[in-house]
Each structure stands twice: as structure tokens, then as C-alpha cells.
């Protein structure tokens, strides 16, 4: 069995992050997972949620959105109501990324990371929590040059990506049409120091068992350290 970009079933596809994309935004990114295509912005808020007024700590929080043709037909703009999937996606990317923020270092500040979606091929969610990343790193950067933090505020490399099996093969970064056809897929996400920060496996057509769960998460930690390295290049001067 041949992948649509004839990859080898254990190969990323192409990333590309082009930091500071967004003129006005703290943080910035445009990354590309081969075709899938996203905006990500960190934005400050001089302000906290009332459950943390007075309390010393900070927050973050994440918004995901697709473009009406980010997909092969139009999708209609979420104006009133978010769909169950969006929410999910949004809160997704917003845990991952408390997960390694010292929240009580920024201040009573909230970071919002903003997640649009230009272009989907499959694995928006992981290719968010990565660009989410990305710009996350440049807004505690450029906080920290102002003096409004006292360090950089991250306590750990994070990435994320999708695994999957088809026709009883393992792969690793699944397109779209790759996604549509698994029996399993699972999207993992996981600090540089190999502790993980979310599993979602779900056998979409069929099942599975300990040594495919075992064999997804190899896979997917191996695809993960490609981009922790990717993001560490990205950073060199940057101390995490």
C-alpha cells in the first residue's frame, strides 16, 4: 500500500513554521503540515477570568476556527453556536499548552491563542497545539524583554501528532484521506521530556489492542521528536 505522497509509513510530512507571521500579534506562526495550512496567534490580555482575580496567577486560553474554504466545499462561519468539534479542539489545544505554562509567573495577564485554519489535510488539532506553541513561545519571549515576566514562563518543549492504522499498517501524520479510511486513529501529545500530556485513540472502524496501542504511541513519540527538534532549532536563542 502507496501513501498519496508516497511517504514512508513512519515519515512526516513536510513541516514548515514561519515564526512572526502576524504583524500586531505578541506571538506569531503560519505552520504547515504539507497541505494543512494555520494561523496561530498568542495575544496578551491585561486581565484575568474573575475565578483568578486577586489570586496573583494568570491564564491561557485557546479559540480554533476554520475558514469557509479551508475544506473542498464551503463550511458555514461559526457566528452564534460552535460545534461540539470545534470546542473540543479549542480546549484541547488549551490544556496542552497550560500544561507547560507557569501560570503563576505571568501575572494577572490571560495569553489567548487563536488557531485559524486556512487550509485543512487532515491533523488541524496536533498542527495547532504545535503553531500554538510556536507563537506561545515568541509571546513569553517578548514579555520577557518588556520586564512584565521574570523568565521565559514555559517549563518544557511540547509537540503533537496524529498515528493511525490502515489496512493493518501503522502511520505516522495522517492526511485526510488517510484519516477518513483508518481503522484506528490517535492523536498524541507529549512533552520533549517523553512524559505525555494527552492520548486520544479512538477505533473508528474497528479495534484495538495493547501491542497496537504500544507500536502507535513508538510511533507517534518518534514523529513527535522530529518536530521538538524542528522547534528547537527554531528557538536557538531562547532559553525553555
Known amino acids: ?6 511517504r514512508l509509513f513512519d515519515q512526516l510530512r513536510k513541516v514548515n513554521i514561519t515564526r512572526n507571521f502576524i504583524k500586531h500579534a505578541e506571538g506569531s506562526c503560519l505552520i504547515e503540515f ?3 495550512k494555520i494561523i496561530c496567534t498568542a495575544s496578551v490580555d491585561e486581565k484575568v477570568p474573575p475565578f483568578l482575580r486577586n489570586s496573583g496567577k494568570g491564564w491561557l486560553t485557546a479559540e480554533y476556527g476554520m475558514l469557509p474554504r479551508s475544506t473542498n466545499t464551503r463550511i458555514q462561519r461559526e457566528r452564534d453556536k460552535l460545534s461540539g468539534r470545534t470546542m473540543e479542539i479549542q480546549r484541547l489545544v488549551g490544556r496542552a499548552l497550560r500544561n507547560v505554562t507557569l501560570m503563576n509567573k505571568i501575572g494577572e495577564r490571560t495569553i489567548v491563542i487563536d488557531c485559524d ?14 503553531g500554538g506553541f510556536v507563537a506561545l513561545v515568541d509571546c513569553m519571549d517578548k514579555l520577557y524583554k518588556s520586564k512584565k515576566i521574570p523568565e521565559i514562563c514555559i517549563t518544557d518543549y511540547l509537540a503533537a501528532i496524529s498515528v493511525g492504522i490502515i489496512k493493518g499498517k501503522y502511520m505516522l501524520d495522517l492526511d485526510y484521506d488517510e484519516d477518513s479510511a483508518a481503522e484506528v486513529d490517535m ?3 507529549m512533552k520533549s521530556s517523553g512524559e505525555f500530556i494527552e492520548l486520544q485513540g479512538t477505533g473508528e472502524h474497528g479495534s484495538f489492542n495493547e501491542k497496537d496501542l504500544s507500536d502507535l504511541l513508538a510511533l507517534g513519540k ?8 524542528i522547534e ?4 536557538k536563542g531562547i532559553v525553555i
Open 187 to 189: 492523536n498524541v501529545v
Open 222 to 229: 518518534k514523529g513527535i521528536n522530529e518536530i521538538i527538534a
Open 117 to 130: 485554519v486556512m487550509q485543512a489535510d487532515g491533523g488541524t488539532r496536533v498542527a495547532s497545539i504545535v
Open 232 to 235: 528547537k532549532e527554531l528557538f
Open 1 to 6: 500500500m502507496k501513501r498519496n505522497d508516497n
Open 34 to 36: 504539507g497541505n494543512t
